[in-house]
């Protein structure tokens, strides 16, 4: 059988980073359109398939793309979908309401809804238009926390080497006490563990250096939970792929983000390499200053 021809439809709330997005799988190999007519689509795959070259194809649409119609573009995605010869997934990129008005406030741009109205009417009546869509993407990407230059690390993650029939995997560690990753689809707590940062030896090590693995390896409860965490990960990520999801982000959090979650993700990454995966490993508040302060906000 032929290599499948792999197709994402990208679209989202405007203003959200849907075109940022498009810009990054643009510079990662991808052939990007953005503002495609919707009823050019069904056309556009069939020339598509018609040829040898099988370049992944991202097609960009909005509110703003003429004969914008949610309800026919998830029924010719349905359609699409069913394929042998094809591999479609939907990205859709949303923000909170509250920061895309910031946004526009801050740009002065005018919403493509608004129609001489407030940014917040124009963004409200996008929302209900597009929800159709957003029940129906693959992969849904909240940008209400994350800077441009954060979003394009995310999509680099998740597509810079991943081939086609693979599990995009990332493994990230993070603080609590500066808040929950947005865009994680499974989190472990591993705040249950004593905490480095109370050794005065071990405050200013990371979860990367050798003292500090020593003392979580050694920590009561560590082993064990982190090979029923592990075993539990081997058996979900095959069933995740098996219902056609094409990217998973684990996340390991614990207080500050520096100790427990980062050797935790340290580890499993190695484990699931160990397993035929390949995947990304971040850590989000591993260059933070390590404070009491920070630490006495949770448990």
Not at 63 to 83: W, Y
Not at 215 to 231: H, K, P, S, V
Request: aromatic share 8%; hydrophobic share 35%.
């Amino acid at each position: 059988m032929s290599e499948r021809q792999k197709i994402m439809l990208v679209t989202g709330m405007s203003g959200a980073g849907k075109t940022t997005s498009l810009r990054v799988l643009e510079d990662l190999g991808w052939e990007a359109i953005d503002n495609f007519p919707i009823r050019l689509l069904r056309p556009l795959v069939r020339e598509v398939l018609a040829g040898e070259d099988r370049t992944p194809l991202a097609i960009g649409f909005d509110a703003r793309t003429r004969g914008f119609a949610p309800g026919a573009i998830v029924s010719i995605a349905k359609t699409l979908s069913e394929r042998d010869d094809l591999e479609l997934t939907t990205q859709f990129i949303d923000c909170n309401n509250t920061e895309l008005e910031r946004r526009y406030n801050e740009t002065r741009r005018r919403h493509p809804l608004a129609n001489g109205r407030t940014a917040m009417d124009g963004i409200r009546a996008e929302r209900d238009l597009l929800e159709p869509l957003r029940r129906w993407a693959d992969m849904l990407i909240d940008t209400s926390e994350l800077s441009s230059n954060e979003l394009q690390q995310f999509v680099r993650q998740n597509f810079e080497t991943q081939n086609a029939g693979e599990l995009g995997v990332t493994v990230s560690s993070f603080g609590f006490a500066r808040g929950m990753p947005p865009l994680a689809d499974l989190v472990f707590d591993m705040r249950f563990l004593d905490n480095p940062h109370w050794e005065d030896d071990l405050r200013e090590q990371t979860g990367l250096d050798e003292p500090v693995a020593k003392y979580l390896r050694q920590a009561d409860g560590f082993e064990e939970n982190f090979t029923r965490i592990r075993d539990l990960l081997l058996d979900l990520l095959p069933r995740y792929r098996a219902q056609g999801k094409s990217y998973v982000h684990i996340a390991f959090g614990c207080t500050g983000g520096r100790h427990r979650s980062v050797y935790t993700a340290q580890r499993m990454a190695q484990a699931l390499r160990e397993n035929g995966y390949a995947p990304t490993v971040t850590h989000r508040n591993l260059a933070s200053r390590a404070t009491d302060s920070v630490e006495l906000q949770t448990a």
